[in-house]
């Protein structure tokens, strides 16, 4: 694809998002930012959330993955759908009910300051490195595809990337991101869809021939019993029960859009009209991996050394230009649509529970959200930066790695205040948060020794939430 074609296609696309910005900012306010004035149709909330939650990770390294993994992803995913379950029934309603803007507001109401801000600092370190990983993805395709024929260098895709968000985010946040998202899951899973047909049309096959291809396919084994491997299905599936619980339900970028909607019933239905949403789409991603996988055999192409290049690689260079188009503007969806409310998120969770802005009389609160907006923006440039020169695994693996180390802390600590009456040592809190995710840490890296060969996989997770939680136990003080 030609570098004007790339440039028109995204200049179009973000011209489309700054004019829904322009329409949903119009009497906006600070409540506007954060809560989008709790008007939001559920059902709008619901197809938003599904790029927000499938992000530039699932888009390119799912399909990749599928070349090493094969289809032993889905287990995670069929543990998420109960872990959305539990969302719906239990998170949901104690949000509405306690009437907050940010959750991690639960914390200081149920044990007190310390633990309020330690739930708040371990989500502005997560949400950081989660965005940046995901941005990753997407500044690098615009490398690929744009800045790299100009002899532009990877910081300046970054810095473009992050500034075009910035426009579209700062002034109405969280009420834009409503909208934004529901275009850019629009565009993402079109996507998807297109370049199947693509593949079907070159490799001479249509519906049924495709589907004949995947369930033929070895690429095509879910189950793994291995006990010893990290891709087992008790495992993955017990794993993304929790990582669905933490990295959603306890996770202010996502919880803050279910809070936009007018009553606890509307977010509810949200959440599991969301799911079922969200299960079929990443079917239609694995099987678009196993597809990847046969158009590049039938036709002798050379795989890239990364699978995470896999897609990027024949969408540009061998699908044509209506795929190539659609791909671009499938990754830039997927990569904005969790990018922009991480940003929005980090901003509200940093304003709420940090500093407290709305209650801080006799200074412009606008202007200083606006400048805390700014610092973000550029926090999360410079961990992308970062992150480029010490990446060298798969995005979709170092993610979920990641949010077991430090999410874990978050699951342990509201699974212990709504299991139980105890009051803890607030006090004493960070300093468990800090030698929770440590512990996890050495028994991740040495696991293979001290256990026979055993590898944590997405379970490490659990490991961390229960060694905070066990914690927590022997912090207690007495009973409410």
Not at 427 to 435: E, I, K, S, Y
Request: with cysteine.
């Amino acid at each position: 694809m030609s570098p004007t074609l790339v440039f028109g296609v995204i200049a179009g696309y973000f011209l489309l998002l700054i004019l829904i910005s322009y329409l949903t900012s119009r009497k906006s306010d600070s409540l506007t930012f954060y809560t989008g004035n709790r008007e939001s149709p559920w059902f709008l909330v619901a197809f938003g959330m599904v790029g927000a939650s499938l992000s530039g990770v699932t888009f390119i390294s799912v399909p990749g993955e599928v070349g090493n993994t094969n289809w032993a992803y889905l287990q995670l995913v069929l543990g998420n759908m109960v872990g959305y379950a539990v969302i719906a029934l239990v998170l949901i309603p104690l949000f509405y009910k306690l009437n907050l803007i940010s959750i991690y507001e639960y914390l200081k109401t149920r044990f007190g300051n310390k633990t309020y801000l330690s739930g708040a600092t371990i989500f502005l370190i997560s949400q950081t490195i989660g965005a940046s990983f995901r941005l990753f993805l997407a500044a690098t395709v615009l490398q690929l595809a744009f800045f790299e024929a100009f002899g532009i260098p990877f910081y300046a895709a970054v810095f473009t990337t992050m500034v075009l968000i910035w426009l579209y985010t700062f002034k109405s946040g969280i009420k834009t991101i409503v909208w934004t998202d529901t275009l850019q899951t629009t565009f993402l899973l079109a996507a998807v869809v297109i370049c199947i047909f693509v593949i079907g049309y070159h490799l001479n096959k249509d519906g049924s021939g495709l589907m004949g291809i995947i369930a033929q396919s070895d690429r095509s084994q879910i189950w793994v019993w291995d006990g010893n491997s990290s891709q087992n299905f008790f495992k993955m599936f017990s794993a993304g029960i929790f990582i669905t619980i933490a990295m959603n339900g306890l996770d202010q970028n996502v919880m803050q859009k279910n809070l936009t909607c007018k009553n606890q019933k509307d977010a509810q239905k949200n959440i599991f009209w969301f799911s079922i949403t969200f299960l079929f789409s990443n079917v239609l991603f694995l099987a678009l991996g196993v597809l990847l996988y046969a158009y590049a055999s039938q036709f002798g192409i050379d795989l890239p050394g990364a699978t995470d290049e896999l897609f990027p690689s024949l969408a540009l260079n061998h699908f044509g230009t209506l795929a190539g188009v659609v791909f671009l503007l499938g990754i830039t969806a997927a990569a904005f649509s969790s990018a922009d409310s991480a940003l929005t998120a980090l901003t509200t969770s940093f304003c709420i529970d940090i500093i407290d802005l709305p209650k801080r009389k006799g200074i412009n609160q606008d202007r200083v959200r606006l400048l805390i907006h700014i610092g973000f923006t550029f926090l999360v440039f410079f961990t992308i930066v970062l992150f480029n020169e010490l990446n060298d695994r798969s995005v979709v693996s170092a993610v979920f790695k990641a949010a077991g180390f430090t999410y874990g802390p978050l699951l342990g600590m509201f699974v212990f205040g709504l299991t139980n009456g105890w009051q803890v040592r607030d006090r004493l809190v960070p300093f468990l948060c800090l030698v929770s995710p440590a512990l996890s840490f050495v028994l991740d890296h040495y696991s293979e020794v001290w256990f026979s060969g055993y590898q944590f996989g997405f379970e490490i997770l659990l490991v961390n939430a229960a060694i905070t939680f066990l914690g927590l136990i022997l912090l207690k003080r007495k009973p409410i």
